[in-house]
């Protein structure tokens, strides 16, 4: 006998579609079958029952080989190498609820941590533009009901959020946007011919790294006034032709991705492209979007907003809070010695950061909190598997646009297994112990 789960929220992509239909075995023991996700929605659930997944913490040895312990041990060696660092960089955070993320917090606290998620190799600059002048936003709902007019730019949601498209941005139809696709105007802005700009009204195919000049042009081309004949490898014509589409649309969103945050110019291209939407706001209504990528990297800029005033980048080694993207973020510190262990929950930054700083990682006691098997945990001494969020255990995350989405539990962990959340607390409690608090 099974069971068919509904309105289950996937934890893999900023997009956190809540509309899975998940089938499990009678005793919730067993996942069979996951309706509605995407290939890699579908993916993250179903590989919960890889049969090669480690249910044990393992430490490595001298011999590059490994060592199965238990929670106990690895709790404590955590907690020892925590409250031993001077200045421990505690780095992830993008991939567990928010519960985890406000304990790991409390621990960065009181051990006097550098605390800093993924946005740090992605969305950090957006962050950053957004405190220097603001954003206009809205939610995804209101993409879906009202948005005639959408931009992708720098981001290629075909393969980096596979159901953006078919929920809320290109198809679907909604409350004044009743024709769906056939209502809709859709620019792509990209070097590459990607998958998304196939399915765009506009392709303009910008030269790689000049999209401040081509974010200003549009400002230019917005009021009428002289263009030269090409911006940004696109030709004029096409400019004008770009803005009068914005202009003329009832609702404009704009949607970027890591080809404009992290190409040359960074924060200053989003400074430009909000700059962009609130030009647009004078002829019509617009808003801007980042496009997140792990599923509740959103959520941990929340809680350390709350919890610090400061959404990455966040150095509490003084006893306060300080945020200086550029110093205090991870390859920064790491590249200039000035960490002496690793934290690593939620994220792979040996898949992700330079070389330098994984060399940087695999040099200093390290601890990685991840169920799978990853190029972070290979480096790592201490590797703590733990349940999937949003599979094996729920909690809170937040989407792309903000709205905060309480996952859901739809299957039992192996017998035994910890949570983040009751691995960070284990860890945070033996911390008091140690440092008598
Ligand atoms: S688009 Fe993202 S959230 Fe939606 S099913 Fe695919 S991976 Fe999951």
């Not at 349940?387 to 962990?413: H, L, Q, S, W």
Request: a negative charge; one cysteine or more.
């Amino acid at each position: 006998m099974t069971k068919t789960i509904p309105d289950v929220v996937c934890p893999f992509c900023g997009t956190l579609c809540d509309d899975l239909e998940v089938v499990v075995s009678d005793d919730g023991k067993q996942l069979l079958e996951v309706y509605n996700a995407c290939a890699i929605g579908a993916e993250k659930f179903l590989h919960s029952q890889a049969e090669d997944r480690l249910t044990r913490p393992r430490l490595a040895q001298e011999d590059g080989s490994w060592k199965e312990i238990g929670y106990e041990e690895a709790i404590e060696y955590t907690a020892q190498m925590l409250a031993n660092s001077k200045k421990p960089l505690m780095y992830g955070w993008s991939s567990t609820n928010c519960e985890a993320q406000g304990v790991g917090s409390e621990i960065g606290e009181i051990t006097g941590a550098v605390m800093d998620n993924t946005a740090t190799v992605c969305h950090g600059t957006s962050l950053i533009a957004v405190q220097d002048i603001g954003i206009p936003h809205c939610t995804l709902g209101e993409v879906k009901n009202r948005a005639d007019r959408v931009v992708f730019w720098g981001c290629n949601p075909a393969h980096a959020h596979p159901r953006h498209m078919s929920r809320y941005s290109i198809f679907p139809r909604g409350f004044f946007t009743g024709k769906g696709h056939k209502g809709r105007k859709v620019i792509v802005i990209d070097p590459r011919k990607t998958d998304t700009a196939n399915v765009a009204d506009v392709h303009l195919q910008i030269e790689q790294g000049r999209d401040y000049e081509l974010l200003d042009a549009l400002r230019v081309a917005f009021k009428g006034l002289p263009l030269p004949d090409v911006v940004a490898g696109i030709p004029k014509e096409q400019i004008y032709e770009a803005a009068e589409v914005l202009k003329s649309g009832r609702f404009v969103i704009i949607f970027f991705g890591m080809g404009v945050t992290q190409s040359l110019g960074k924060n200053h291209n989003i400074d430009e492209a909000i700059a962009v939407t609130r030009d647009l706001n004078e002829y019509t209504k617009a808003a801007i979007m980042p496009m997140r990528g792990h599923y509740n990297v959103t959520g941990s800029g929340a809680v350390w907003g709350w919890q610090f005033g400061f959404p990455f980048a966040v150095d509490l080694s003084r006893g306060f809070a300080r945020y200086n993207p550029g110093e205090t973020t991870s390859n920064d510190l790491l590249r200039r010695d000035e960490v002496d262990s690793v934290f690593v929950l939620g994220s792979d930054p040996g898949a992700h950061f330079p070389f330098s700083s994984v060399k940087k990682i695999s040099e200093l006691p390290s601890v990685c909190i991840d169920p799978h098997q990853t190029p972070t945990t290979a480096v790592c001494k201490l590797h703590v598997p733990v349940a999937f969020v949003g599979v094996e255990v729920g909690g809170c995350a937040y989407r792309m646009d903000n709205v905060p989405i309480e996952t859901r539990k739809v299957v039992d962990a192996p017998e035994g297994m910890m949570t983040d959340e009751e691995f960070l607390e284990k860890v945070l409690g033996r911390i008091k112990e140690i440092k008598g608090e």
